[in-house]
């Protein structure tokens, strides 16, 4: 007797699929941290089946630079639009007081992406690419404004407030912000 093998589903076409897949990705980190990003979370969020993540990437380490990519490329813009109106020093400087206190329209959520990034390049070189490159787009946008030395100042400047606003229960005046913005400006 001869069997007739069952039919097999057919594919299902999905041509976003991977794409789908890096932007859960960017949403399980910013919910449960690099530390707790599992594949089987990424794609439980992704509505895929995990083996659509072993064939599109090479391992979590791979997806996980796929999505800091990502977010990166979604957030330059957003930073660089910040500063497109920018004429004079006060302008610039009441950007980049703007941009510490969300105005650039990157809330908490793209921070804390941000900040799981920067924490995960530390014992990941394969992640330090992604962080060298946002910090080098965002550099070169300040230093349409003010000398590489003093752009690298008020980046740092930028992330070091941004965490601090994040992270603390007190709460921030902007007005104070912008006077720790103009002094660090002004010999420069």
């Known amino acids: 007797m001869t069997t007739i093998p069952a039919a097999r589903a057919p594919r299902r076409y999905d041509p976003e699929r991977k794409s789908r897949i890096v932007d859960a990705a960017i949403d ?49 813009p957003l930073y660089q639009a910040r500063f497109d109106d920018v ?33 995960a390049a530390l014992r990941n070189p394969a992640l330090r690419s992604v962080t060298e490159s946002w910090m080098r787009r965002s550099r070169a946008v300040l230093e349409r404004f003010v000398d590489p030395v003093t ?3 008020v980046d740092a400047q930028i992330e070091g407030m941004v965490m ?12 104070d912000t912008r006077r720790i913005v103009a002094r660090l400006l002004e010999n420069s």
């Open 164 to 175: 601090h606003l994040t992270l603390s229960t007190a709460t921030f005046d902007r007005a």
């Open 151 to 153: 752009a690298r100042g």
């Open 28 to 76: 399980v980190v910013a919910a449960h941290g690099v530390a707790g990003t599992t594949m089987r979370r990424i794609a439980a969020a992704a509505d895929v089946p995990l083996g659509s993540l072993t064939y599109h990437f090479d391992g979590l380490d791979d997806l996980l630079a796929h999505a800091f990519e990502r977010h990166a490329e979604r957030m330059s």
């Open 87 to 119: 004429r004079d020093r006060d302008g610039f400087i009441e950007a980049v007081t703007d941009l510490i206190h969300g105005g650039a329209g990157m809330g908490s959520r793209d921070w804390v992406v941000a900040y799981e990034l920067y924490l």
